[in-house]
């Protein structure tokens, strides 16, 4: 089993930054594929950043210039270093793990993952 604990959100304004953190524990944290998402009230959860199991990294477009996935494998955290914010990028994001099924970045899906954190809630103002 792994438990994944999201932190780091808050408010900033447009043009500002933000490092999310996600805490995990359990087997396997350095070879398993782990992923940011994010959602907003009324909409999917979609994909935002993967690290796949040899390091390397995916990302929607629309956030590929912006933010950067890197892990720590000896403090078993994951983040997400988002630079450049808008309020396009206002919503709550989620740490996921372990991914069953592999699609693109903007296609990836809650059930593409076994594991979840809680989320840490992202707000831009203009």
């Known amino acids: 089993q792994v438990q994944l604990v999201e932190s780091g959100g808050g408010s900033v304004q447009a043009g500002g930054s933000l490092r999310l953190s996600c805490a995990a524990s359990?087997?396997?944290?350095?070879?398993?594929?782990m992923a940011w998402f994010r959602q907003v009230p009324g909409k999917e959860r979609e994909g935002v950043a993967v690290?796949?199991?040899?390091?390397?990294?995916r990302y929607r477009d629309s956030v590929a210039d912006r933010f950067t996935i890197s892990k720590d494998n000896a403090k078993r955290t994951l983040y997400l270093q988002m630079n450049g914010l808008n309020t396009g990028d206002t919503a709550m994001y989620y740490c996921?793990?372990?991914?069953?099924?592999?699609?693109?970045?903007?296609?990836?899906?809650?059930?593409?993952?076994?594991?979840w954190g809680h989320g840490t809630q992202v707000t831009v103002s203009s």
């Open positions: 996921a793990a372990e991914a069953v099924y592999w699609r693109p970045v903007a296609r990836m899906r809650e059930g593409d993952f076994r594991y």
């Open positions: 359990g087997a396997g944290y350095s070879n398993d594929y």
């Open positions: 690290m796949d199991s040899d390091g390397s990294t």
